[in-house]
């Protein structure tokens, strides 16, 4: 329980944070602060801090700002595993900081049209990545039809901290394209059909995880995973989202279907149920099912001389079949009221503060609980 | 994949013979519906769903170096 005091203290400060920060807002900005905290079975632990800001410069014009700041805390290795962490001072907790900033701008063009560029750099001491990222949106059939188009292209740098301090980076590169279709079908129910492609080029491995290799006669060496240097991925989702007015709520229900060339297949199915207990306070229950095959290179026992040379060899348990469930519970809390008779406080009207809560657990006999909160504001 | 892809070209066909007047839309934007509130979730599946599970995709996040413990 001592565990999630200090995060539990630090939610509470973008809240802080945003009452600072809202003296600068004009009509059509949205700023929004986002705190995450994660820790698991593993004794692994993530604590995240974000602020994204959207600020309109012109009549179509929308300046994009999106800063984050991860601190992560990942445990002494005991053993050989799939940890992915440096040798060096294995005995002690690793523990890494990665900042990230996403810049952009979005421009309308018309009633229906909307293109945004955006500009994304992310670093940690082991790793970097730079992207480009290009959308279109366009709106149809009378604002009922949204199409948008999305492509990306990323440079990253994997790194490898040696067990000397050296550091030593391998390049991929990862292009994608994604297709998003948002149709209302009716007063109360919006339909979503989504399709991503990925592909990824270069070094795919972990540069820390490590296999065990047997020979014939039960003799074993360790070596360095080794994924194969490209991979393909194709991503389907279905979501549908249903208004019920007499009971105050809404029922949301996805599912999402994947296929990668390493023949990794994946089914989704999730459900939420959202619903006013009071006049601005909103209730959601959230529960996701997720099961996958297997990678074709996966095994749970590597033998023969070729694993430890060109063999394709994995630690990676997210090459691993498995199943999942994900259980979630949230609040939110519509500032709205609170503007509603008070005209210095009009800007909370499409604003929000939401506390989330979820626990994970798999049949890999891993589980992790998750708290996050945000707040929104929005003019 | 295929199966799919027939479902959404359909689903696109089907969308044109559909048209909700502006004035009836008006529940669509209840945040209930959650339609412009995803960036909490994207949050979620970046930093947890994405380091757990073999299938990363179709999340519309940006990613590259996700700040998460593996």
Redesign the interface.
Known sequence: MRKYLKPVSLLLLPVLLAWTGVSAFAEGDQMSFTTYYFSDSGDNSVFTSSFNLAKKLMQQTVLLIDIELDNVSVPAITAVTGATRPQRRKSEPFKKNRGQIIIGVEQGFGQNTTVAGNFYRSQEVDYTSNAVVATLSQEMNQKNTTLSFRGQYNADLVGKISETGELTNRRKKVYTGAVNLSQILSPTTVLDVAYDFVYLRGFLSDPYRQVRVYDALGASTIVDELHPSTRARHAGTLRISQLISSIRGSVIGSYRYYIDTWKVTSNTVEFKFNKYVFNDFVFSLDYRYYAQGGASFYKDRYVGPQYQTTGLRTADYKLKPFSSNNFGLSLTYLLRGLGKDNPDLEFLQNSAVEFMYFRYFNNLDFSADIIQANIKFSI | ?RK??V??IL??LV??C?????Y??E??L??????K?Q??KQ??EQ???S????????A?G?????????
């Open positions: 994949m799919f892809l479902f959404v689903c696109v969308s044109g559909v048209t909700v007047k502006s009836e839309r529940k669509l209840d945040p209930i519906l959650e339609r509130n960036f909490a949050t979620l930093k947890f769903f380091t757990r599970e073999g299938s990363l995709g179709g519309s940006i990613g590259g170096g996700c700040g998460c413990a593996k």
